[in-house]
């Protein structure tokens, strides 16, 4: 499951895209709102116990973001404020606004922990309607192997989530289209030319999900949060390691991964390239 022990005051992580994630979720909720904000009815008191952890967070440990006036939010840096009042029916709807992050809202049942409630600006090849109110295994369907090997574990792990010990993992995928809103599979904006050792720098995009998962102390629900990091494949031009890091990872992904990750029509020129970049750290 790669799950490591995490510390809450790091729970979320803004970075120096703050205002242009924030600006392009603003985008999203305007023109793709159903796609990309979701709840079934029942989710809006863990809804609403995420929003108050959320503006807790921020404003205890990232002051220069967010500010609370009374009942008004505020995002510091692009002067977007909120009244607390007028979210009331749509609360994960308000911390989406907030936040780069994206949150999903799990509620335990008898067909396990299903997914109630999320909004998803940044999806990496999903779609909110597809996966909505079903349990991890279906979420998790066109995943190699999940099935097999990761849906007990994690239904296991799921039940036992402490409060107090919240943790995060990581996934990582290639590809050839920097957009952080992708919920389908495709080819990237310039995929009539082909990609070679020579431009899989800038053509290619390492795209790494920050994930965290915690028990919400009040309502017992789990909430799953996603941060994504998309990148050109030449950031790891100073990072030799990371390079070989990663085609290693690449030449060991099972049959079954290489299909569902996409990477068979890069594959040979990304290997060339991050090979390049790992002999020159030698
Ligand atoms: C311990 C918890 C979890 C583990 C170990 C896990 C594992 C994985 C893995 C290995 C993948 C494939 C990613 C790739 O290879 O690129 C994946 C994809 C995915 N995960 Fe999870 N996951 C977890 C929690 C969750 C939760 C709580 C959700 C709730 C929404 C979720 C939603 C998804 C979705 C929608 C996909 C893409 C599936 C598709 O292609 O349709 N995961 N997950």
Known sequence: MGLMALDLDEW????EHFIAELAEKGRLF???HAAVVLALAG???AQQEVLGLLIEHMIRLHPHLLRLDGDTVRVVPSGASYRLEDWTAAPLDL??????????LMAPGEAGYTL???????????QLAEKMGRPMAAI???VPGFGDKLAHPV???FEYLHVDRPVWRVNWSVNDDPALFQPIRRRGPDAGTPITPGNAGERLFTRCERQTLRRLPSTGWILFTIKTYVDPLSCLADQPEAAA???????DLPAGNRGYKNVASYEAAMLTYLDQLALAGE
Not at 12 to 15: G, K
Request: charged fraction near 25%; proline fraction near 9%; hydrophobic fraction near 40%.
């Open 12 to 15: 979320i992580e803004p970075d």
């Open 30 to 32: 305007a023109e793709r």
């Open 43 to 45: 989710s809006e008191p």
């Open 95 to 104: 911390a989406g606004r907030l936040a780069q992050e994206d949150f999903c």
């Open 116 to 126: 109630q409630a999320a909004s998803l600006c940044f999806p990496s090849r999903w």
């Open 140 to 142: 998790h369907g066109p």
């Open 155 to 157: 239904d296991r792990f």
């Open 245 to 251: 890091g990663l085609a290693a990872a690449v030449r």
